[in-house]
C-alpha cells in the first residue's frame, strides 16, 4: 500500500482524540507531581512523555502492518502470552508487594500488560477462525478457558485489575462474536459463584485467596465509613478532591494534590486531581473524550472488511470501557479500587504503551476496511 493511499485511509478522528487524551494525562500528571518531594518538577513529565513517544512508534508500526497478518499465529501469540507472564514469578523482583515487572536492561517489562494486545490478536483470531461453530458451546469454552489461565497468573502476582481486564476482554470477544446470551449468562453466573466461593466459602476454611489489603478494598467500596484512616482513606480524599472541584476548578488551590493529602495522584486517582483542579468542566470534557474514543471503535468494529477486524475492534472497545467506567467509578467511590488506570491520563509506561498499540490495531483496521470500501466502489 502507498504512503499516500495509506494515509489517506487513515481515521484522523480517532487519532486527534487520542492525541488529545494523552496531551490531557501529561498535562495533569505534571500539574499533579510538580510539587511533589524528593523529585524534580518534571520527573513524572518527562518519563510520560518518554512513554507517549514509545507508544506512538508502536501505534504507527502496528497501522502499517495487515493485521490478517496476525491470524495465522493466534497460538503462538497464545503461548508467548502465557510464558511470558509465567516468567515474572522467576524473574521479577518484588515490588510494592508484587511481582509484575521484569527487567530487561533498558526497560522494565509488565507481561500482564503487553498479553492485552496479544490475547486480542490471537482470541480475535481464534473466533473468527470458527465462525462455523457460532452457536456451539466450543468457542464460548475455549476463549474463556484461554483467558482464564493468564487471568489467573496475573491475579496471583498479585494484580487484580489487569486480570479482571483480561476476563472482560473474553466477554467482549464473544459478544462481538455473536456468542448466545445463554452462554454469557452461564458465564456470569459461574463467575458470580466463584466470587462468592473466593471471597467468603475459602476464606471461612482456612484458605486465602485474596490479599487482605485486596478484602479491605472490598469493605471500604461495600462501607465506606469502614476504616478511613486507612483501607479507606485514598477514597475518602478523592471524593474531598472532586467535590471541592466545584464547577470550574480551584487550579493552583488544589490543596488535596498540592498538600499531598490525596494518593496515587498521579497514577489510580488521576481523575480526582482533574476534578479539583479543572472541576466538572474539566472532567465533562475529559469523559467527552473517553466517550468519542469508544464511538471511533465501535464504527470501526462495524466498519471492517471482516469478521476477524470487527471481533477485536469491539473487545478493544469493550476494554477501554471498562477502564474507564472502573476508574472513575472508584474514584467516586462506586465501584471497589483495584488499581485500574485511566486509559491514556494515568502515569505509567506499559498501561500507556499498550492503549496506544491497541489505537494502532484500531487503525489497522480502519485503513484497510476503508480501503475495501473504495475498491468495491470503484468497481460499482
Not at 501529561?26 to 518531594?37: E, G, Q, R, S
Not at 466450543?138 to 483467558?147: E, I, K, N
Not at 464547577?247 to 480526582?272: C, K, S, Y
Request: hydrophobic residues 55%.
Amino acid at each position: 500500500m502507498q504512503v499516500r493511499h495509506y494515509l489517506r485511509h487513515l481515521d484522523y478522528v480517532l487519532f486527534a482524540i487520542v492525541v488529545a487524551l494523552v496531551s490531557y494525562g501529561v498535562v495533569i500528571i505534571y500539574l499533579a507531581t510538580k510539587n511533589d518531594p524528593l523529585l524534580t518538577s518534571t520527573y513524572y513529565l518527562r518519563l510520560q512523555l518518554q512513554y507517549a513517544a514509545i507508544g506512538f512508534v508502536a501505534l504507527v508500526l502496528l497501522t502499517l502492518v495487515d493485521y490478517e497478518r496476525f491470524r495465522r499465529w493466534q497460538w503462538p501469540l497464545y503461548a508467548f502470552t502465557v510464558v511470558s507472564i509465567a516468567a515474572v514469578f522467576l524473574l521479577a523482583e518484588v515490588t510494592r508487594g508484587s511481582r509484575r515487572w521484569i527487567d530487561i536492561g533498558f526497560v522494565n517489562f509488565q507481561p500482564s500488560q503487553l498479553a492485552i494486545v496479544l490475547l486480542t490478536l490471537g482470541l480475535g483470531a481464534f473466533l473468527a477462525n470458527n465462525l462455523d461453530s457460532l452457536g456451539s458451546p466450543r468457542p464460548t469454552l475455549v476463549t474463556m478457558a484461554a483467558v482464564l489461565l493468564p487471568a489467573i497468573m496475573v491475579f496471583r502476582e498479585p494484580d487484580l485489575g489487569t486480570a479482571t481486564v483480561l476476563v472482560m476482554l473474553g466477554l467482549g470477544l464473544l459478544f462481538f462474536f455473536g456468542t448466545r446470551w445463554t452462554h454469557l449468562a452461564a458465564i456470569g453466573l459461574t463467575l458470580v459463584v466463584v466470587v462468592a466461593v473466593v471471597l467468603g466459602v475459602l476464606p471461612a476454611c482456612g484458605v486465602k485467596v485474596v490479599e487482605p489489603y485486596q478484602l479491605d478494598r472490598l469493605t471500604v467500596f461495600l462501607d465506606p465509613s469502614h476504616d478511613t484512616s486507612a483501607a479507606g482513606y485514598n477514597v475518602r480524599q478523592s471524593l474531598i478532591a472532586i467535590g471541592s472541584g466545584g464547577l470550574a476548578g480551584r487550579g493552583d488551590l488544589a490543596t488535596q494534590t498540592q498538600l499531598q493529602f490525596l494518593p496515587e495522584h498521579h497514577t489510580d486517582f488521576i481523575f480526582a486531581v482533574a476534578g479539583e483542579r479543572w472541576g466538572f468542566l474539566g472532567t465533562a470534557g475529559l469523559i467527552a473524550l473517553q466517550a468519542l474514543l469508544i464511538w471511533r471503535a465501535l464504527r470501526i468494529a462495524a466498519l471492517a472488511r471482516d469478521m476477524y477486524g470487527s471481533i477485536m475492534a469491539g473487545g478493544i472497545a469493550t476494554i477501554f470501557l471498562y477502564q474507564i467506567l472502573v476508574n472513575v467509578g472508584m474514584t467516586l467511590g462506586i465501584m471497589p479500587v483495584t488499581g485500574i488506570p485511566l486509559p491514556f491520563v494515568s502515569y505509567g509506561g506499559a498501561a500507556l504503551i499498550t492503549s496506544l498499540m491497541l489505537v494502532g490495531v484500531l487503525e489497522s483496521i480502519h485503513v484497510r476496511a476503508s480501503d475495501a470500501l473504495a475498491a468495491r466502489e470503484r468497481v460499482g
